[in-house]
């Protein structure tokens, strides 16, 4: 999809891309990368990215300890 004359930076149309690491939006003509943030105050919050089961909250250190004592008595 695309968003005519929506760029913060350069006032340039906006695209919705994918890469590896999920989707984004970019301008066109500046090549600048919106935020989640700037996505949202803008209003271009679309479907949720494919991938955004894959994606965790980091572990606390403690819990990771956890999770590797479990791993070690089940072996």
């Known amino acids: 999809?695309?968003?005519?004359n929506t760029c913060p930076r350069c006032n340039g149309g906006l695209v919705?891309?994918?890469?590896?690491?999920g989707e984004f939006v970019s301008c066109m003509q500046c090549g600048?990368?919106?935020?989640?943030?700037?996505?949202?105050?803008?209003?271009?919050?679309?479907?949720p990215s494919p991938y955004s089961h894959l994606i965790a909250e980091p572990m606390s250190p403690e819990r990771r300890l956890s999770v590797a004592k479990q791993k070690r008595r089940a072996a």
């Open 16 to 21: 919705r891309e994918s890469d590896l690491h």
């Open 32 to 47: 600048g990368i919106l935020n989640e943030q700037q996505e949202r105050a803008l209003g271009l919050t679309g479907k």
């Open 1 to 4: 999809m695309i968003w005519y």
